[in-house]
């Protein structure tokens, strides 16, 4: 049972960094696809969103072949800095990283595309620096789409499952997250302890679902 | 419009109803090491029983006695270990009587084919330069159990099993050992063969009890007569060369 708290304190350390990570990337990304207008945007845009669409083992198995120690970052890797990346929490991390990273995209570029561009140019007359601008007016206007967008991400790292699996392998304190420790008990016949598992589970599922409540302001409740 | 439509949805729902059905479909949960020879002897099988097809479920064979005992419509189930298979009898899913060992197998400790150091006996692995072995789960996987059990007598577990990268089926701590992930891997001689260019075996590892592979039709198989021929084809010569092909010793 003792391993349940160790599955649930991992799994909200991934979940925890992998939003972290699409916070920056996915806002920063977001303004930038919102912003400026290139050839083949549409592309990259898709190309982005592919995580969210691809089935996870898919990915699982991109990635392993990417940052594995025969793929072309992983070799780089560990022959210049000795790090092997696959079997560590990081790889964990930078799966649930991929996966959830389309949730913040989506959310931030239809957030900012839909801040009134008369508000930034007003900022812009006012003499303030394009980072102020952003910063201060951009951001707030657009924080409750991407607050939601953060929360999904957050949800789908906490649940990731397949490409966790491919490539951090599962070692208890390491990279056996919860749902790869409900799996495992599974198959082991060890139904007690995948009921625990999975009762422990489902009341981080809902603590983080009311806490998330309680942070996005809802309209019906401003107007009452 | 509306007409395409309809087209459409009734060209997919007719396209699902496609699916051939036949006479009789035989489905058998085998251990993961069993793979390719078993996809070798299905055609053989279908051969000598006309309008019917073999319907394989691979897997460690932990995991395929958590879904026959929770009610998974298997006909035949053969395990790579005996313990599996007292599990399975324990819980009346298979009859004694009806048990048999078909094969056996042997235990060894491959290394990635490009790795420069190779452990010359097993105390070798407790060494710092072997940081990553990966070994089948004891609880599910029976490769796992095995290994369990050899190092335990050899009292090595306590050191090595740290250093334990745990795999879900023995084809997936093949998988680990050919992509140079691990430093060595516990396999069966089978599996290693699979991959010559990949993997090469460093050691053959005498078990405390013999690798025999037990197969029975399950007792609530709903094709139990079929279920029947299929575990006694196993024992026949067309079969039995071909899992010696693949490396498989005989029971």
Redesign the interface.
Known sequence: MGEAWIALALTLKVAGWATAINLVLGIGIGYAMAHWRFPGRDLLDAVLTLPMVMPPTVLGYYL?VVI???GPLGAWLLHHFGI?L??TWHAAVIAATVVAFPLVFKAARAAFEVVEPQLEDAARTLGISEWAVFMRVSLPLAWRGILAGLLLSFARALGEFGATLMVA???VGKTQTLSIAVY?A?????DDTANFLVAVTSIACIAVLLGAGRLLPGRVAARA | MKSTLHRSIALILASTLGIAAHAADLTVSAAASLTNAFRDIAPLFEAENPGTKVQYNFG?S??L??QI?KGAPADVFASADQETMD?AQAQDLVKEAQRRNFVSNVLVVVVPSTSAVVPNALADLAQATYA?IAIG?P??VPVGRYTKLVLESANLWSAIEPKM??A?TVRQALDYVA????DAAFVYATDAALMPGKVKVALTVPTPTPVLYPVAPLTAAPNGVLAQRFVDFLSTSKAQTVLARYGFGKP
């Open positions: 392993l594995g120690s025969q092997r696959i079997f392998g599962s070692i495992e599974v198959q082991a016949g060890q | 460690a932990g995991a006695l958590q005992a599990q990553r789960l609880a599910s990268i745990g879900n992509r140079a992930e691990v």
